[in-house]
């Protein structure tokens, strides 16, 4: 019963959206016996209660025809209407807005003609008198309003007054504190002139007049002053030293004059296009609005063509950049020019859909003053990390590596902050806000989706960044506080040397797997939030891990090897470690596989799935035993009176001393050989210091023996010929024979160190 009412419903729905407007009388639900059954014919809305009918007398063959045939219908219906939609978008995008261009031309001739209308209608709604005294009024208005503000100047001034130069104790936060002052001055200064102008407009200009007085003071005075008082908080024009951007004195100055009057030409184009629909002439009649756009545009093209060179080493900025960033300043004039034309386009686009309303706030405008500060606040973003950023922790290399990079992603995050932020203020200039894009057209829809798609990217990449400088930050860390330094590691000296911390070995590794995870998940992310269907990606993923699994099973066995040497902390990078016949110190590890590289040179790759056993020679301590043979009347007490004094020196050394866990003592007779007696010493050191630590013992024992009178045992090997009476008489042949023999047991007595260090 559920079934047939949600069946019932379903076609309801159908039926009140795509069919016809006749009655349900129309319904033919048999076909011809026998025969494939006839698709029924249903031409018109039905109610619950009517589909209910129908289902009862229908097959349930012609009820799966009716809704595989209506909703195929209506499947192609959506796709004509996208194509359709994509179809004008690409035609307002082009032609369209071509055509604007091009009627904007047509009707220059009636611009001064609408324009002297718009004039003769103001003049004659308001007459002579009433205007002049307008004018009066209004000078009147200014002056004491400006005359107030003079007075709040004057006020602030006994309060604060900038200094002409920067002290050397002065910090970046007092500096930014002096110019932030100075903007609160003037920008305070410009809203009390609002102020008092508002509170006394009314009181000197009569209401049909008062708007004018508006979009003049606003338009025409307020605004500019505020864009001027920006530019001096950042270009500093007259105060080099309180510069926040690097800029020569000839731009700064340059960039504050022009920020006012490019303020002041889109005030006059506001002022203008309210004037005129305000006294008869609608927008987009004339195509005034076009022409004052231009001039703009213009206006900022020659700008930065004048100052390309200033543009330049601003984008640049002070110390030294990276070679991206130095391409990146060079391109930047050219991408301000392009940011021109562009936004100048984006207004004809809109022209062609006649969306004058979204054009009221001049969103155009405000986003090309948005990307024209880009150098400004990337060179703030730059001197703002070289003085807030934290010092550099620890010394040598690894120390100054990890400063460097923990300062370029303080600037990277910064920079995505700042394009994020960029985003959102853009966004919010066009209007795009969840309520719009869901009745906005395909281009709107088309600008929201990037605009969404970036800001998740921009997301993915601050955590990216941030996880980046947490990982390399803690390993420059564990890096200086081990001890090893993987750019001086001695791999040509005799190796065994203690490596690096448990987590400065796993750390690349969980920097690597979460810098691949971070970029897949928002990638896909923002390719599902943009209306693609990501669920092929993943189906294809999982095709890919099944062959992997099957096809690839001893990559797998290597990496699950490795996870678990790596939980059992069986070696650590720097470790000098052997398997199975091949010794290294541990250079570098992957998630299938370590490289050994031999203290002799060769590097060795060995996956983690062919290592059977692991010897590790470089963790916590290491014992070294030294045997010594002496002739059979050497007194043993005597030598382990020398051990133990040299012991006490060694202790006392002034580079190997330190690396002594227990001295060099004499472990008395290890045994009696058909030489002489062997006396065995130990001592325990750290790892890696062992070797050079013999090397001092064999020297010292030696010179001590000597002074001792005690010779070190040599092995002898006698040849008896019984049957030999006179040697003297041996020939070639014979003596070359006897010398191969003795040289073969001799050989075959001493044996032989596998030691090759």
């Known amino acids: 019963m559920r079934l047939l009412r949600s069946l019932a419903l379903a076609i309801t729905l159908l039926g009140a959206g795509v069919w016809g407007t006749a009655s349900a009388e129309g319904v ?43 909703l195929a219908t209506k499947a192609e219906e959506a796709v004509e209407d996208q194509g359709a939609e994509v179809k004008d978008f690409v035609h307002h995008l082009t032609s369209g807005a071509f055509a604007g261009v091009v009627t904007s031309i047509e009707r220059v001739p009636i611009l001064f003609t609408k324009q002297a209308e718009a004039f003769r209608t103001f003049y004659t709604a308001h007459g ?20 107030v503000e003079w007075l709040f100047r004057l006020f602030v001034a006994r309060r604060f007054t900038m200094p002409e130069t920067v002290s050397e104790t002065n910090t970046l936060r007092e500096t930014v504190s002096l110019l932030t002052a100075r903007l609160f001055r003037d920008v305070a200064g410009v809203l009390v002139f609002i102020f008092v102008a508002r509170q006394l407009g009314p009181l000197l200009i009569a209401e049909p007049l008062l708007i004018y007085a508006g979009l003049i003071g606003s338009n ?52 203008l296009l309210n004037f005129n629909q305000l006294n008869g002439v609608p927008l987009g009649e004339t195509r005034l609005g076009f022409w004052l756009n231009l001039a ?20 640049r900025g002070a110390g030294e ?41 001049s969103p155009h405008y405000k986003t090309m003053a948005l990307l024209l500060f880009a150098p400004a606040l990337d060179t703030l973003i730059r001197g703002l990390v070289r003085h807030l950023a934290p010092a550099m922790t620890g010394e040598g290399t690894v120390a100054e590596r990890a400063h460097r990079a923990a300062t370029r992603s303080y ?76 750019d001086n590691a001695d791999f040509g000296g005799d190796g065994g040397g203690s490596g690096g911390s448990r987590l400065s ?65 069986a070696f650590r990078t720097g470790e000098y470690v052997e398997v199975e016949g091949t010794m290294g110190t541990v250079e570098r590890i992957s998630i299938r596989s370590m490289q050994l590289r031999h203290h002799k040179g060769p590097i060795h790759t060995i996956p983690y799935g062919e290592i059977p056993k692991l010897t590790n020679y470089s963790r916590d ?47 008395g007779v290890f045994g009696i050989d058909d030489v002489g007696i062997v006396v065995r010493g130990k001592y325990m050191a750290k790892p890696g210091k062992q070797f050079m630590i013999r090397k001092e013992i064999y020297n010292r024992v030696k010179a001590e023996f000597d002074a001792a009178g005690i010779d070190f045992a040599r092995r002898e090997v006698r040849v008896a010929i019984p049957s030999l009476e006179d040697k003297d008489t041996l020939s070639e042949e014979q003596k070359t024979a006897i010398a191969a023999a003795g040289a073969q047991a001799a050989q075959d007595g001493a044996g032989g160190s596998t030691d090759d260090r």
């Not at 960033?325 to 006649?354: D, H, M, Q």
């Not at 203020?425 to 929201?448: K, Y």
């Open 28 to 70: 033919i639900p048999q076909g011809q016996s026998g025969s494939a059954p006839q698709s029924p014919v249903i031409e018109g809305p039905l109610t619950e209660a009517q589909a209910t009918a129908l289902i009862s007398r229908l097959s349930d063959e012609a009820v799966r025809t009716i809704l595989l045939e209506q």
């Open 128 to 147: 002579a008198d009433q205007l002049g005294r307008f004018v009066l009024a209004f000078l009147a208005l200014i002056a004491i309003a400006a005359a």
């Open 220 to 271: 025409l005075i307020a605004i500019p002053r505020i864009a001027t008082a920006v530019a001096r908080f950042l270009m500093a024009p007259k105060l080099p030293a309180f510069r926040l951007v690097h800029a020569s004195d000839t731009v700064a100055r340059a960039s504050v004059f022009h920020m006012f009057w490019f303020a002041v030409l889109i005030g006059v184009s506001t002022v």
């Open 296 to 315: 703009v545009h213009v206006y900022v093209a020659l700008v930065v063509w004048r100052y390309w060179d200033g543009m330049v080493a601003m984008m």
């Open 321 to 361: 950049v990276t070679p991206m960033e130095a391409r990146v300043a060079r391109a930047f004039p050219a991408f301000a020019i392009a940011v021109s034309i562009g936004t100048w386009w984006v207004v004809n686009i809109l022209v062609s859909y006649k969306n004058f309303a979204l054009l009221v706030t």
């Open 411 to 486: 600037i990277r995050i910064g920079r995505v902050i700042i394009f994020g932020c960029v985003l959102i203020a853009v966004a919010s200039f066009w209007g795009m806000s969840p309520t719009t894009i869901a009745s906005a057209g395909v281009g709107e829809r088309v600008a929201a989706a990037l605009v969404q798609f970036l800001m998740i990217l921009s997301v993915g990449y601050l955590i990216y960044e941030v996880v980046s400088l947490y990982i390399n930050q803690k390993l420059a860390a564990e890096i200086t506080a081990s001890g090893y330094d993987p």
């Open 505 to 569: 070995t796993v750390l690349p590794l969980v920097l690597a797997v979460a810098r691949v995870a971070i970029v897949v998940l928002f990638v896909l992310l923002g390719l599902s939030n943009v209306g693609i269907d990501t669920t092929p990606l993943l189906a294809g993923a999982g095709i890919v891990g099944l062959a992997i699994g099957f096809g690839a099973q001893k990559l797998v066995t290597d990496v699950v090897s490795g996870i678990f040497f790596l939980v059992d902390d």
């Open 621 to 667: 301590w290491v014992i070294m035993k030294l045997k010594f043979t002496v002739p059979f009347d050497t007194d043993p007490n005597k030598v382990k009176k020398i051990f133990k004094r040299i012991g006490q020196e060694m202790l006392e050394h002034e580079t190997l001393g330190q690396d002594f866990l227990q001295p060099f003592k004499s472990q």
